[in-house]
Each structure stands twice: as C-alpha cells, then as structure tokens.
C-alpha cells in the first residue's frame, strides 16, 4: 500500500513536470511568435539582396526580434508559398522584395485578412491594395543618374565632330523599379537623342526591346551580341552602353572584348550600372567599367528596421512620400532613400572608407 501511495506521488509528480514542461515550452513557442518578423528576398544568387537580408536581419534581432529570413531562388511559386508559410506563422510584419511585383495579389490578400502589416522592400508590390508602406532608394534619380553617367563619361556637352554611339539595356519587365530607371535614364538622355548628339543604331529604344527579363546578365551579353554583329560590322564604333545593373554593365563589357574593343583604335565603351558590386568596383579600379550607383543596403535596411519597430509599437512613421508610388491600387507610403555614383575618383571615399566593401573584398592594399 506504501509502496502503491508512493508511485502515485511519483507519477503525478512526473505528469505535473511534464505539464510544466509543455506550457514552458508552449509559452517559449507564443514569446517566439509574438516577436516574428517575416523577411522575405527575391534570390541567393545576386550580392546585394544577400546583404539586404542580412542587414534587416541583424538589425531586427539587435531589437530583439525573432526573424524568418528566405531567399525565394528567383522563383515565383517558392516565393508564394514562402510567403503563405509565414503567414500561417503567425509573423507579426511581411517584408517582401518581391520577384514579379504583380504575382503576390494573394498572397498580400491573405497576410491582409490575418492582419499582417506588409512592408514592399525596394521593389514595389504592384496592383494590390495589401501594401502598407514602401521602402526603397529615390529611383527615379537612380536613373537619372544613370543617364548622368553617360552624359559625364561621354563628355556629352562638349562639342562633338560626329555623333556618339550608344546602345541601350533595361532591367526587368516585371520589376516596377526596371521602368522607372529606364524612364530617370531615358528623360535624361532624350536631348541628346533628338539633336543628334547621341544615336542608338540598332533603333532599339522602347523599353520592352531593351528590358531583360529577370535581370539576367547572360541574357543581356546575348543581345549585346547580337547588336554587335548585326549593327556594328562595318566601322561603326559603339561609344557607350546604358546599363541598369552591374552584371548587366560586365557582361555587355565582355561581348564587347570578344569583338576587339579595349584594344586597338576601340577603346571599350563608356558604361555604368547599379549596386556597386564587388566584381564592378574590380572593373572601375581597372578602367573598364566606368561607373556604378551605390544603394546602400546597410541604411536600406536600418530604415526598414526602424519601420517594423514602429509599426509593432505603433508608433508614427515620419518622412514619407505619399505621392510618387502609385501601385495601380492605391497610392503607397514610400520611404526613399538617397544613392551616390562612384567613378575611379571616390571608390576610396565612398565605398572603401565606409567600409560597404573591405579592401581586401576589392584585392588592394
Ligand atoms: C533593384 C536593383 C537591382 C535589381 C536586380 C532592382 O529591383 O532596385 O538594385 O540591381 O533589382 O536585382
């Protein structure tokens, strides 16, 4: 009977702990919850979005956040079903930079009915009224800048005994910030277009001539190559190329040295990008490429850190444009941030001594 008495103590007593066990651990699960942020990046495979998710991600946990960071491998049905997934997990916010910024409609329509507030990371989600705010770089003088690049390293505004030649690459059709470069770029450019400073041989100048879908640099050096043996066989000389993205400004640099420029009496063309990677910061030290546009992640993210932080202490966003980024559904809150253009003459100062790339990143003393 003792004995019986015993073993009844013992087992309640093991019941009661597992019991504690399971609402520490259930109470661990909700705690996690409460604090998830969901983030959400278009590829792995690309530089910058690496450190766009890193940088949201460190900044977040620094506040004491929980965060499901996923990369969606430039592929729209993972991202979809990435983002159902931190849905039914309960995230508190959505960052998303998106792949197709019209293919998220439901998806946006389901974090929307849970009361998900959704953040567009640099690109916009389009025609969807689920969007609550937008983060991003001033990107319509992102493409003006890109047109500046031209006008600068082609010395535009000198007079010129004949005309200079150019061709022209976009970034991706399904991308909203892919048309409002080309517009900033193309806006800058049209003066010299119409007065015969600047001509385009190939004639190919709408945007959906020039766009490259995904934004795929081998894609590009494709088209590059083909402009160049179907345009460019007899003494045509191609001067400079509009580039919207790093990648994009090196392989079009590529299709150009098979062909014999960057030797000879065929200087390589003047050409700039975006995102400052590594290799193009290389190329710039090379005198190749010629110019880059630095959107900093780090403070892209920082921005983006302090939005979800007031979001979830409901507290007031300030600074924000509520005029330029129409979605198609409604006009979204949109945070914009400033870049700079690094050329050869400030690499030190603004890439090196900020410390957005090491020297050793960029294999100098
Ligand atoms: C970003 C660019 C980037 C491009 C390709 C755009 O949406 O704004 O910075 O170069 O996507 O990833």
Same mark, same amino acid.
């Given at each position: 009977m003792k004995n019986m008495k015993k073993f009844v103590v013992a087992a309640t007593l093991i019941i009661a702990a597992a019991g504690l066990v399971a609402v520490l651990a259930g109470c661990k699960g909700k705690k996690a919850a409460t604090n998830l942020v969901g983030v959400v990046m278009p590829t792995r495979s690309e530089e910058r979005w690496i450190k766009d998710g890193n940088a949201v991600k460190e900044g977040l946990e620094k506040l004491g956040y929980t965060v499901e960071l996923q990369f969606s491998d430039d592929d729209i049905p993972t991202q979809t079903r990435q983002i159902d997934d931190l849905i039914t997990r309960g995230v508190k916010v959505l960052v998303i930079a998106s792949i197709d910024g019209s293919a998220l409609g439901q998806q946006l329509e389901n974090a929307a009915a849970a009361k998900i507030p959704v953040i567009a990371y640099d690109r916009l989600l389009m025609q969807s009224p689920n969007v609550d705010y937008y983060v991003t770089f001033n990107n319509y003088i992102v493409g003006q800048q890109m047109g500046n690049i031209l006008v600068k390293g082609l010395s535009l505004d000198a007079p010129k005994k004949k005309p200079v030649i150019i061709e022209l690459f976009a970034g991706s059709p399904d991308d909203n910030n892919a048309t409002v470069f080309y517009n900033g770029a193309m806006d800058t450019l049209k003066p010299y277009l119409d007065n015969g400073t600047l001509q385009v041989p190939s004639g190919q100048t709408a945007f959906t001539s020039v766009a490259t879908l995904r934004w795929d640099a081998a894609e590009a050096q494709k088209r590059m190559e083909n402009l160049l043996s179907r345009y460019y066989s007899g003494n045509v000389v191609l001067d400079g190329?509009?580039?919207?993205? /790093?990648?994009?400004?090196?392989?079009?640099?590529?299709?150009?040295?098979?062909?014999?420029?960057?030797?000879?009496?065929?200087?390589?063309?003047?050409?700039?990008?975006?995102?400052?990677?590594?290799?193009?910061?290389?190329?710039? %030290?090379?005198?190749?490429?010629?110019?880059?546009? %630095?959107? /900093?992640?780090?403070?892209?993210?920082?921005?983006?850190?302090?939005?979800? /932080?007031?979001?979830?202490?409901?507290?007031?966003?300030?600074?924000? /444009?509520?005029?330029?980024?129409?979605?198609?559904?409604?006009v979204i809150p949109s945070l914009l941030l400033d870049i700079v253009v690094v050329t050869k003459d400030n690499v030190q100062k603004e890439v090196v001594d900020t410390g957005y790339h090491t020297r050793a990143e960029l294999g100098i003393n």
């Open positions: 190329i509009l580039s919207p993205y /790093d990648p994009i400004s090196l392989s079009t640099l590529e299709a150009c040295k098979a062909v014999g420029y960057g030797s000879g009496n065929k200087p390589l063309p003047v050409v700039g990008g975006q995102d400052c990677v590594v290799a193009s910061v290389k190329s710039i %030290l090379a005198s190749e490429q010629y110019a880059t546009i %630095l959107k /900093d992640t780090r403070s892209l993210g920082a921005a983006t850190v302090e939005m979800v /932080d007031k979001i979830l202490k409901g507290q007031t966003i300030s600074g924000l /444009d509520t005029t330029q980024y129409n979605n198609g559904a409604k």
